[in-house]
C-alpha cells in the first residue's frame, strides 16, 4: 500500500517561517505567492487529498488498478500483459482456497494526488471481456466463477449480491465473451427462477471468485499444489458512466529514492505501484524488500506447509508478479536492488 508522503515542495515555492512548533523545528506555511495548501513540516507537504493539482480521466475497470485478495496460503497474483488486459496467476493449496479478483469503487491504495474517482453508482456502466482461464473451475461449474457485489439497495441497505458469470457469456467454458450491464444485471445461479435483481446504484467493491477444480468448503490440504491462471482480455468500459476522474499530478525530479516491499504490495498489480514512484518524481533505484511470508513454493506435509523441495523456490504467482515488475522497471530506466534480509524495511533515502 502507498501511504501518503512527505513530498518536497517544487523550487518556486518558498516556505516562510510562522512560528515555533515546540520540539526544537520550525513550521512553515507557502508563500502569499502561491496558493495556501495548508501547514507543512521542513519545506514538505504532508498530503492527506488533492486539491488543485492536476487531474485527468480513467475508463472505469482499467486493468491496472484490480487487485487480489486470499487467505494464506494460497497465492495470488494480478498483472498487466496488455494495456487491455490482466492475468491473474494463482497456487492452491487447500480445497477451500479462493482469490478475489477485486475493483474497488474507492480507491484505497494510490497516494491521494493520483487517486481514481469514488464512484459507486454503477448503473451506466457495461464492462465487457474476453475470459480464458486453466486450473480453476470454468465458467459452467457449480461454484464457478462469480460476480459478488458488494454495497447497498435503493432503500440504502446494505446488500450482497452474487452474479453467475456464465449466465453473461457467449462460448465455452474456458474461453468466452462476457458482457455486464450493470443497469440490468441479475442474480443468482439458475435464471429466471432464481433472479436476484442487482440495484448497482451504491456499489462499494465487487470481485470475482477464483476455485480450485476440486473446491470445497473443508480446510483439507489438496493432494498436491494446484495452479491456475485466468485472463481477462479486451477489457472495456461503455455507456454514461464509463469515465471517471484521476488524479495526475508529476512531480519533479528529486533527490530521494523509494523502497518497495512485496509484502505489502503483493495485491497491487506492478504498474499501479511503478506508476505512484514516477508521478511522485522518484527516479534511480527501487530498494525492493521481497519478504519472507509470500514468495516460497509449499508442499503439505506432516500437518502443515513447508518450503518445497521440488519446482524452485518460487511460487507462480510471486514468480509473475516479479517477472512483471522487473520487466516495467527496465522499461522506464530503473534499476531494482532486490532485498529479502529481515532488517531490510521500506523507506525512502537520499541518492
Request: proline share 6%; glycine share 10%.
Given at each position: 500500500?502507498?501511504?501518503?508522503?512527505?513530498?518536497?515542495?517544487?523550487?518556486?515555492?518558498?516556505?516562510?517561517?510562522?512560528?515555533?512548533?515546540?520540539?526544537?523545528?520550525?513550521?512553515?506555511?507557502?508563500?502569499?505567492?502561491?496558493?495556501?495548501?495548508?501547514?507543512?513540516?521542513?519545506?514538505?507537504?504532508?498530503?492527506?487529498?488533492?486539491?488543485?493539482?492536476?487531474?485527468?480521466?480513467?475508463?472505469?475497470?482499467?486493468?491496472?488498478?484490480?487487485?487480489?485478495?486470499?487467505?494464506?496460503?494460497?497465492?495470488?497474483?494480478?498483472?498487466?500483459?496488455?494495456?487491455?488486459?490482466?492475468?491473474?496467476?494463482?497456487?492452491?493449496?487447500?480445497?477451500?482456497?479462493?482469490?478475489?479478483?477485486?475493483?474497488?469503487?474507492?480507491?484505497?491504495?494510490?497516494?491521494?494526488?493520483?487517486?481514481?474517482?469514488?464512484?459507486?453508482?454503477?448503473?451506466?456502466?457495461?464492462?465487457?471481456?474476453?475470459?480464458?482461464?486453466?486450473?480453476?473451475?470454468?465458467?459452467?461449474?457449480?461454484?464457478?466463477?462469480?460476480?459478488?457485489?458488494?454495497?447497498?439497495?435503493?432503500?440504502?441497505?446494505?446488500?450482497?449480491?452474487?452474479?453467475?458469470?456464465?449466465?453473461?457469456?457467449?462460448?465455452?467454458?474456458?474461453?468466452?465473451?462476457?458482457?455486464?450491464?450493470?443497469?440490468?444485471?441479475?442474480?443468482?445461479?439458475?435464471?429466471?427462477?432464481?433472479?436476484d435483481p442487482v440495484w448497482a446504484g451504491d456499489v462499494d467493491r465487487m470481485f470475482?471468485?477464483?476455485?480450485?477444480?476440486?473446491?470445497?468448503?473443508?480446510?483439507?490440504?489438496?493432494?498436491?499444489?494446484?495452479?491456475?491462471?485466468?485472463?481477462?482480455?479486451?477489457?472495456?468500459?461503455?455507456?454514461?458512466?464509463?469515465?471517471?476522474?484521476?488524479?495526475?499530478?508529476?512531480?519533479?525530479?528529486?533527490?530521494?529514492?523509494?523502497?518497495?516491499?512485496?509484502?505489502?504490495?503483493?495485491?497491487?498489480?506492478?504498474?499501479?505501484?511503478?506508476?505512484?514512484?514516477?508521478?511522485?518524481?522518484?527516479?534511480?533505484?527501487?530498494?525492493?524488500?521481497?519478504?519472507?511470508?509470500?514468495?516460497?513454493?509449499?508442499?503439505?506435509?506432516?500437518?502443515?506447509?513447508?518450503?518445497?523441495?521440488?519446482?524452485?523456490?518460487?511460487?507462480?504467482?510471486?514468480?509473475?508478479?516479479?517477472?512483471?515488475?522487473?520487466?516495467?522497471?527496465?522499461?522506464?530506466?530503473?534499476?531494482?536492488?532486490?532485498?529479502?534480509?529481515?532488517?531490510?524495511?521500506?523507506?525512502?533515502?537520499?541518492?
Amino acid at each position: 500500500m502507498v501511504e501518503p508522503l512527505a513530498i518536497p515542495l517544487a523550487a518556486e515555492w518558498t516556505p516562510e517561517r510562522v512560528r515555533g512548533d515546540g520540539m526544537g523545528g520550525e513550521r512553515f506555511r507557502t508563500s502569499p505567492a502561491v496558493p495556501n495548501y495548508g501547514d507543512i513540516i521542513m519545506a514538505h507537504w504532508l498530503c492527506s487529498q488533492r486539491v488543485e493539482q492536476e487531474a485527468g480521466v480513467l475508463s472505469r475497470f482499467d486493468p491496472r488498478f484490480w487487485t487480489v485478495n486470499f487467505p494464506r496460503p494460497m497465492m495470488a497474483a494480478v498483472t498487466n500483459p496488455a494495456p487491455d488486459a490482466l492475468r491473474v496467476d494463482a497456487v492452491f493449496y487447500r480445497r477451500s482456497d479462493l482469490a478475489g479478483l477485486i475493483w474497488e469503487a474507492e480507491d484505497r491504495f494510490d497516494h491521494p494526488l493520483l487517486r481514481y474517482e469514488t464512484a459507486r453508482d454503477f448503473r451506466g456502466c457495461r464492462l465487457r471481456f474476453r475470459w480464458r482461464s486453466a486450473g480453476v473451475k470454468p465458467l459452467d461449474a457449480i461454484r464457478g466463477p462469480t460476480l459478488t457485489i458488494e454495497g447497498r439497495d435503493a432503500a440504502g441497505k446494505a446488500r450482497v449480491w452474487h452474479v453467475r458469470l456464465w449466465n453473461y457469456a457467449t462460448g465455452n467454458p474456458e474461453d468466452a465473451s462476457v458482457v455486464i450491464d450493470f443497469a440490468s444485471v441479475v442474480g443468482g445461479f439458475a435464471l429466471p427462477g432464481e433472479a436476484d435483481p442487482v440495484w448497482a446504484g451504491d456499489v462499494d467493491r465487487m470481485f470475482v471468485s477464483l476455485v480450485a477444480p476440486e473446491f470445497d468448503e473443508t480446510d483439507v490440504p489438496l493432494a498436491a499444489a494446484q495452479e491456475g491462471w485466468v485472463e481477462l482480455t479486451g477489457i472495456a468500459c461503455d455507456g454514461p458512466g464509463a469515465v471517471i476522474g484521476i488524479g495526475e499530478a508529476v512531480l519533479p525530479e528529486h533527490g530521494f529514492q523509494i523502497a518497495s516491499g512485496y509484502d505489502d504490495s503483493y495485491n497491487l498489480t506492478p504498474a499501479r505501484l511503478l506508476r505512484n514512484a514516477l508521478h511522485l518524481g522518484y527516479r534511480g533505484a527501487i530498494t525492493h524488500y521481497v519478504g519472507m511470508s509470500h514468495y516460497f513454493r509449499l508442499d503439505a506435509l506432516y500437518g502443515g506447509f513447508y518450503v518445497g523441495l521440488t519446482g524452485g523456490v518460487l511460487n507462480v504467482a510471486c514468480a509473475a508478479w516479479h517477472r512483471d515488475f522487473a520487466a516495467r522497471a527496465k522499461a522506464c530506466s530503473t534499476r531494482i536492488v532486490g532485498t529479502t534480509g529481515s532488517s531490510a524495511r521500506p523507506m525512502a533515502r537520499r541518492r
